[in-house]
């Protein structure tokens, strides 16, 4: 059990950064920017909540294999597969999390550093950041923990292979087959383990957040 376990974190590892700098960038833009398309691109980044897992694995299965420069750089069935499932899988919760945190933010506050002569960025990382941060925490801990579980998309896209893309989901499905359920339950532990420290975490979060507003 502890390759998978191993392999879990390492994907959970190279996982986090992406959902923080892809799926807070794209709540930040849903939240603060007007484009063509916004509604369109709010409702596909949405899709992999609402989607069985073994779609978006299938498309994600067709649409690298049939792009040439994707299929030449061996990401099937390969750690990168890996990594892109459980982005995918967990992004739509980050989205959702980082455009809410970003549009709950007080632009006035913005503009009253902007008149003292703030560039956007000292606006962003002195004002909005810190604002909004309780509930990008919120979100970051909730899509870590899906990363973490995440199955199906990443059996139609990097397989199940052990030492190689076998992640600890993956290991429970091999050993239920196998009818080795002490070994599946053992698994099994340490991912509920990890989903009831996420939600604690949410919970310490929340609760933070709302003493704050009760104290002012």
Same mark, same amino acid.
């Given at each position: *059990?502890?390759?998978?376990?191993?392999?879990?974190?390492?994907?959970? /590892?190279?996982?986090?950064?992406?959902?923080?700098? $892809?799926?807070?960038?794209?709540?930040? $833009?849903?939240?603060?920017?007007?484009?063509?398309?916004?509604?369109? %691109?709010?409702?596909?980044?949405?899709?992999?909540?609402?989607?069985?897992?073994?779609?978006?694995?299938?498309?994600?299965?067709? /649409?690298?294999?049939?792009?040439?420069?994707?299929?030449? *750089?061996?990401? $099937?069935?390969? /750690?990168?597969?890996?990594?892109?499932?459980?982005?995918?899988?967990?992004?739509?919760? *980050?989205?959702?999390?980082?455009?809410?945190?970003?549009?709950?933010?007080?632009?006035?506050?913005?503009?009253?550093?902007?008149? $003292?002569?703030?560039?956007?960025?000292?606006?962003?990382?002195?004002?909005?950041?810190?604002?909004? @941060?309780?509930?990008?925490?919120?979100?970051?801990?909730?899509?870590?923990? @899906?990363?973490?579980?995440?199955?199906?998309?990443?059996?139609?896209?990097?397989? #199940?292979?052990?030492? @190689?893309?076998?992640?600890?989901?993956?290991?429970?499905? #091999?050993?239920?087959?196998?009818? #080795?359920?002490? @070994?599946?339950?053992?698994?099994?532990?340490?991912?509920?383990?990890?989903?009831?420290?996420?939600?604690?975490?949410?919970? *310490?979060?929340?609760?933070?957040? #709302?003493?704050?507003?009760?104290? %002012?």
């Amino acid at each position: *059990m502890l390759p998978p376990l191993l392999l879990s974190l390492k994907v959970l /590892f190279f996982t986090v950064p992406l959902l923080i700098l $892809l799926g807070g960038g794209a709540g930040w $833009l849903l939240a603060r920017r007007e484009f063509p398309g916004k509604e369109a %691109c709010s409702l596909l980044a949405q899709l992999p909540l609402i989607l069985p897992p073994s779609v978006m694995g299938f498309y994600l299965l067709f /649409f690298i294999g049939k792009t040439p420069l994707l299929r030449e *750089m061996g990401i $099937l069935f390969s /750690f990168p597969a890996l990594v892109l499932g459980a982005a995918v899988s967990a992004s739509p919760i *980050m989205i959702q999390a980082s455009r809410a945190a970003f549009a709950s933010v007080d632009r006035e506050l913005e503009d009253a550093a902007r008149t $003292l002569g703030k560039k956007e960025s000292t606006v962003f990382f002195t004002v909005t950041l810190p604002l909004a @941060r309780r509930t990008l925490l919120v979100g970051l801990a909730l899509s870590a923990a @899906r990363a973490l579980g995440d199955f199906g998309v990443s059996l139609m896209i990097a397989g #199940n292979i052990p030492g @190689r893309t076998q992640t600890l989901p993956l290991y429970i499905y #091999n050993q239920v087959e196998t009818l #080795n359920f002490a @070994r599946a339950h053992g698994a099994a532990l340490l991912l509920v383990g990890a989903g009831l420290a996420s939600l604690y975490a949410v919970r *310490m979060l929340e609760e933070g957040r #709302n003493g704050k507003h009760a104290s %002012c």
